[in-house]
């Protein structure tokens, strides 16, 4: 497997220096001379459970004011006098974590035409007042901010189902992994989210500045004497918590589920959630990786040649690798006149994995597409910080010259290894009404 | 073959060749990923034209989106296979007015961008593989016709424009689509993918000479000769508006509110139309941005949530602006927008916003460069559309109050504003 001068090259590459805040807290620093965008990212992680829609709700309220710029506009409009800064707060799940990140993307202050400009100094004062300089009344959260974000997340959450093929992917996770953590949607849900009041939500920011697991990672063009002095101004006096490690709890479905629902539009929407149970998984992780890249991942792989080449049942298919939750996700856009047989081939493709039926050729070309594609986060700085947490939320270490060393090693014996402990949990499929099919002309 | 250097600097080269091809490379040192985009100035809505016979054509839509297809599956080679053994992704998108083909990868990329412009430049097709495409494409326009988001955006267009082509969907419709012939898909090959017609654009860490030695090489093998400017027709097209309003019905919890803007074309291209673009940008930022009077009032009153944005789309001969965004009441939230947009109107904006506006572009301009798929796009579209992203800078620094007031004023025409919902 010709990785070697791929790996020579990643090697050379930097890597995120760790140092540790005043407030016990890691910051990681990738100092990368060719960005001309400096970013700063603030994780809050915590498990995913029952207080969801909390952490979902708060960085929204968190965004609508500080006690110096209390309204969004004026925060907003800070950040545009800051040279177009950005600042953004996601919610997202990443395997049965749930974390909150804010972050702050700042023009690299050698690229402004004024020399003496203070834009970090100014952004980080912004993101300071954000994270723990909230715009409050009587001592917690504005009543009104919090009934405004809370109505904002109630039908963000609810036009999920606007998006068709968002929507199935929901409903097949919450079928496939019902009683589970993963089936908590990363913006909670409307029922909960009714229930909370601003002096709850209060509490619960306290409580997360205290309890959560925090990190910083800062990104780009900019050395530590630049950055690191100005981050001790955030600093909520915590208490050091080691990694929080998430055993996922795997099982196998004997039966394989399948779920039919019936909606108004015109293509039907397939979902497949496939579980791993192998001990060990993360020694099996490249083996899982590339199963999932041979079976569906872009137009060499063996569902896209038998879906779309040769029986034009889907213009798209592909796989979805979730390495945190152990499941890949196969989706397809098809006719529901064609479902028995897409899932016949969908069937099929999988049991010719079982039996090793793989090529050097596609082995290869999906190595290849991996290995490019962890290569190209490298370019964005967010690939880069996305690569190194997803490391730490699976408790392993490995540079990027690592990770790919293990990914050349894989042979087609590992991969059929694999798809033995490859199961068929779920089959979901939205279909369009009976009638309503997109077929007629 | 012939090479012009038009413009060298450190990370910037512009070329042309002796056969018409526009050559751009934006050199940026110390990435992996290299990216390139091939494109021809062909879209949806080049309908009616001459063609390389000097015969006018008046084609069914959705030909520029089926010759996409096609090119890449014709009979004698799978594109996407070949360039995953190279170990390079190929996309293709087809827009209103043009057509680009991208490749990126870390490796192999002289050889990858060989093969586009052969794969591009010695197409063939068959009707074989034309039935087989016509089944894809049905299956994603009916993907699209899902999409409440494109449905609402079609619904504005056909509000805005009574004959103008933009108006179309890009990819046809399944019918349009059926009366497409091998002779239709030869004749608009033919007429343009010719180089004069077409740009390839390549950023990363490239060495120059030797890209440009390997374009060069690689045209000087073809029969492909400089052919004059394509005359392309268009129907005359009133200021006014078709209809003020349409309601659809799709399945949505939240109705989607989108609200379209017409203007009057500008019937020029280059720094002038630059200038167009950018002011009208700034207009609708200062007016229904994140930081504006306006989209605060709506998002205090629960009218809007983050999703609602804004985007301006202008050619030589049509411009229109598209607003929209989730919205509990369409109606309210529509009078409200009124009496914002009047209020704007007769103030006019100051010297605060326009410092703003430009302290936010200066940053932008920076971190724009940090993501290629998006530089590339920018820097390709608006070539397409007869205008140099490399000018951008330059204009905004010297606009003036002045310039946005006037602008601000010739623009909020009331009765060339359009509003389409999608209702449950």
Known sequence: MKGDACIKHVRKMNTFVKYISLDSYPIYLLHESKFKTVRIMCFFRRKLDEKATLAALLPRVLMRGTNQLTRKAYIEQALENNYGSRLKATTRKIGEEHIIEFSLNMPCRKYLTNPNNDVYSEGINILKQILIQPFTRDGVFDKAYVEQEKAVLSREIRSVYNNKREWALKRCIEISCEGEPFEISALGNIEQLEKIDNKQLYNFYQYLLQESYFSIYIIGNIEKEEIIPQLHKICFKRKYHPNTFNNNAFRKRYNTKEVIEYDDIKQGKLFVCLRCNIEGFVNSLSSFLVYSSILGSGSTSKLFNVLRKKYSLAYHVATYADEHKRIILIEAGIDPSNYSKTVMLIKEAMNSMKNGNITEGELRVSVVKLINSLRYAQDFGLGSVYFHLGQVLLDIELSLAQFIERLCQVSIADIAEMAQNISLDTIYFLSPKEGYSGSSH | ?424
């Not at chain 2, 309908?47 to 008046?58: A, G, M, V």
């Not at chain 2, 500008?266 to 720094?271: A, I």
């Not at chain 2, 001969?317 to 939230?333: A, F, H, R």
């Not at chain 2, 397409?384 to 025409?413: A, C």
């Open chain 2, 1 to 424: 073959m012939g090479l012009v250097i038009e413009c060298s600097s450190e990370f910037n080269y512009n070329a042309q060749l002796a056969n018409g091809l526009k050559i751009i490379i934006h050199k940026q040192t110390g990435y992996q990923k290299k990216h390139a985009i091939f494109a021809t100035r062909y879209g949806s809505i080049d309908n009616d034209f001459i063609d390389f016979n000097h015969t006018r054509q008046r084609l069914p839509s959705g030909i520029a989106h089926f010759l996409e297809h096609n090119i890449l599956a014709n009979p004698n080679r799978d594109a996407y296979s070949e360039f995953s053994a190279l170990g390079v992704a190929l996309k293709a998108y087809t827009s209103h007015y043009m057509t680009s083909y991208h490749i990126s990868g870390t490796r192999n990329f002289d050889k990858a961008v060989n093969k586009l412009l052969d794969i591009v430049q010695y197409s063939c097709f068959d009707n074989e593989c034309i039935n087989k495409q016509q089944r894809i494409i049905e299956q994603e326009l009916h993907m699209c016709e899902d999409s409440a988001e494109w449905v609402l955006e079609k619904n504005i267009l056909s509000n805005l424009y009574h004959s103008h082509p933009i108006k179309n969907g890009i990819g046809g419709t399944v019918k349009s689509v059926q009366k497409i012939s091998i002779d239709m898909l030869y004749l608009c090959y033919q007429t343009f993918y010719q180089p004069s017609n077409m740009i390839l654009y390549l950023i990363g860490d490239i060495d120059v000479n030797q890209f440009l030695d390997l374009i060069v090489g690689n045209q000087a093998k073809k029969d492909l000769a400089y052919t004059p400017k394509i005359t392309r027709y268009f129907p005359t097209e009133p200021l006014e508006i078709v209809e003020s309003k349409k309601i659809s019905e799709m399945p949505v919890v939240l109705p989607l509110y989108s609200l379209g803007i017409k203007c009057k074309p500008l019937e020029v291209d280059g720094d002038k139309l630059l200038k167009h673009e950018i002011l009208t940008n700034v207009i609708n930022y200062l007016i229904f941005g994140k930081s504006s009077e306006l989209f605060n009032e709506l998002y205090e009153n629960g009218l809007i949530l983050d999703d609602f944005g804004m985007g301006y789309f202008c050619n030589f001969n049509y411009g229109y602006s598209l607003i929209k965004g989730s919205t509990v009441n369409p109606n309210e939230l529509h009078q409200r927008v009124v009496v914002g947009l009047d209020k704007v109107k007769r103030k006019g904006f100051t010297d605060t916003d326009l410092t703003r506006v430009k302290r936010m572009t200066e940053g932008w301009l920076i971190t724009c460069y940090d993501n290629f798929y998006k530089i590339a796009e920018k820097v390709v579209s608006y070539y397409m559309k007869g205008m140099y992203f490399e000018n951008y800078s330059e204009i905004v620094k010297n606009i003036t109050l002045s310039d946005i007031n006037k602008r601000l004023y010739e623009y909020l025409i009331f009765d060339r504003i359009a509003i389409s919902t999608i209702n449950s």
